[in-house]
């Protein structure tokens, strides 16, 4: 089996449909089938079962699919080697942040970047769906999380404590919440990941018990949002607090778990020239937020 007919197989059985599977090749749906098919009939056995809901492993499928997917990682490794020898500032280097993060900090840096390196060009994924260094799905990840592969270089380039927030207008509508009352009579807004992880949710060591969830938002920036809008109370870093306007209440009070931003890159990366050019911007757009 080629590295191409590999590509083919992996696409198919990650996707489990030919369109879907088409659709990650940049190919049309006719190609991925012909392909199957010819892979087969090379190999003299049937990979997959066609089934209504797709394309399933049948147990020869199984067992091809641990080789392939070594032939993956022997690919994708050479790849990253052979890119990080490159010290040309010149093509694209991906990068995988929040929303939140990139409007803030990224698209800051983006702009610093094409100032001083025209040719290098970012393409910047904002979303809450972790993609892979691995894999090459990105080259740059920014990210609240660090990661616990061994093959990923993570530094820690900010640590914000997280405070509570409403806008003016909420507080001239509802006034301020009392400590111990458990928001009693108060609207709350939610980061939606927080309330399905945790059975006892509280703001900054405050029990909602009493309090009405208005919205669950599935990223920060909603969240941001949502407080500035006057939708209700939220916790969210002091500094992007500070930074919308917003009023910080109770602010004696934190959240036990302050928000860290790691900057993640695979190691066999980290030398080539336009990666550590985006990288150092990076870190400027970070550098005295705290830490």
């Not at 066609?50 to 020869?60: F, I």
Request: net charge neutral; with cysteine; charged share 25%.
């Amino acid at each position: 089996m080629n590295w191409d007919d590999a590509r083919v197989f992996l696409a198919v059985c990650r996707e489990s449909t030919l369109r879907a599977a088409a659709r990650v090749l940049g190919v049309d749906q006719a190609t991925v089938g012909r392909r199957v098919n010819a892979l087969e009939k090379s190999l003299g056995a049937t990979l997959f079962l066609r089934t209504s809901q797709g394309y399933a492993l049948t147990a020869v499928g199984e067992a091809a699919l641990h080789s392939v997917e070594k032939m993956e990682r022997s690919a994708l490794e050479l790849e990253r080697q052979i890119q990080g020898l490159d010290d040309r500032l010149t093509g694209t280097v991906r990068v995988s942040t929040t929303d939140s993060l990139a409007i803030d900090f990224l698209i800051p840096a983006i702009a610093r970047l094409h100032d001083r390196h025209p040719d290098v060009r970012v393409q910047l994924d904002a979303s809450t769906q972790l993609l892979s260094l691995a894999k090459r799905e990105t080259d740059i990840a920014v990210r609240n999380t660090r990661p616990d592969n061994p093959d990923l270089i993570a530094r820690r380039i900010a640590r914000w404590p997280v405070g509570l927030f409403a806008s003016q207008a909420y507080i001239d509508r509802h006034g301020s919440p009392q400590p111990g009352g458990l928001f009693e009579g108060h609207d709350l807004v939610v980061y939606q990941p927080y309330l399905h992880s945790q059975k006892d949710m509280t703001l900054v060591c405050e029990p909602l018990g009493r309090g009405r969830i208005v919205a669950s938002l599935s990223s920060s920036l909603l969240v941001r949002r949502s407080i500035a809008a006057g939708i209700g109370i939220g916790e969210i870093p002091i500094l992007t607090g500070e930074r919308d306007g917003l009023v910080r209440l109770w602010p004696e009070r934190t959240r036990p778990l302050p928000y860290d931003v790691w900057l993640v890159t695979h190691a066999d990366l980290r030398h080539t020239a336009r990666v550590r050019a985006v990288i150092d911007e990076i870190v400027v757009g970070f550098a005295g937020t705290g830490d």
